[in-house]
């Protein structure tokens, strides 16, 4: 079996040796609703959730205002619908917003047609609030099918990022097609979920992770990404990062991100058009086949 790996990027605009995107996942409400029935009817984890509108989003707009970065906010339709003023706060202050489903809906497990009204609901809300026709879209829960790219392809999407195979963008080819996406990759370890989620259950341990410790484990995340002159692509949800305490390690991070000089700070969608100038090789990423004969697993070749 011939093993072929993505063409990277590995240029970067003159004068940066790496790359790095300040992301928000605006789940708020969503991400616990489909996730945990009959969940709506909980008044405090709900408020849990709509702090992060309401609340961690104004905060984080100021901190971003203040550092002079423009951001990506991955928005839920539902969101979108519930929030309006909120997303169009956004928007008004230049950050780019990117689809994220409409319910916050796992894509794992369910039927093409399904996911395609999943895409479409959402295209619908955010042009409904926002008035715009998103070039990105990051998976609810970042769990991906293969036939997402082609349906993303389809709708005119530029990237996706909700894959894990490398520390650099590179083009994914879309199934039946002659064409590819920009894929940017992300990183579990880069996401504040697993630092600080906790809702009694529905997510967590009930282990929450000092900011200190967090904004340490991001710093040397950070450096090693810049000597290996990749992306790196960080994610905060504002009803995690929003609260006082992990919004200032947040900034610290962003700040010394700045204060390298030379890593280019961009959106998603920056990224992903600096990505297609380069006309890196389509990647095809194939599923595992798997015969079990004789009571294990043979890959097919």
């Known amino acids: 079996m011939t093993e072929i790996s993505p063409q990277f990027c590995a240029v970067w605009p003159e004068g940066f040796r790496a790359a790095a995107s300040f992301t928000f996942d605006l789940d708020a409400e969503a991400a616990v609703l489909t996730a945990v029935s009959g969940s709506a009817s909980r008044m405090s984890v709900m408020s849990h959730q709509e702090y992060g509108p309401l609340v961690g989003v104004p905060r984080l707009l100021r901190l971003l205002s203040r550092l002079g970065i423009q951001s990506t906010f991955f928005v839920p339709g539902y969101t979108a619908h519930r929030y309006p003023n909120v997303v169009r706060s956004i928007v008004a202050e230049g950050h780019e917003i990117a689809h994220h489903g409409y319910l916050h809906e796992p894509l794992g497990g369910v039927d093409e047609a399904s996911e395609i009204e999943y895409l479409e609901r959402g295209l619908n809300a955010l042009a409904e609030v926002a008035g715009v026709r998103p070039l990105g879209y990051r998976a609810p829960m970042w769990e991906l099918n293969y036939r997402s790219p082609r349906l993303l392809h389809d709708r005119d999407f530029l990237y996706d990022s909700s894959l894990m195979n490398g520390d650099a963008p590179y083009e994914l080819s879309v199934e039946g097609r002659s064409a590819s996406i920009v894929e940017i990759p992300i990183n579990w370890g880069f996401d504040d ?58 900034g610290r991070v962003m700040a010394e991100t700045i204060a390298t000089g030379d890593v280019w700070v961009a959106t998603m969608s920056e990224i992903a058009l600096h990505v297609r100038s380069q006309q890196l090789q389509p990647y095809e990423m194939q599923p595992p086949l798997l015969d079990f004969r004789g009571g294990r697993p043979v890959t097919d070749s």
């Open 193 to 250: 979920w697993e630092q600080y989620c906790y809702i009694p259950d529905a997510f967590g341990s009930g282990v929450i992770e000092s900011p200190a410790k967090t904004e340490e484990m991001w710093l040397l995340d950070l450096a090693a990404m810049r000597e290996e002159g990749g992306c790196f692509v960080h994610t905060s949800h504002p009803f995690l990062s929003g609260r006082p305490a992990r919004a200032a390690a947040l």
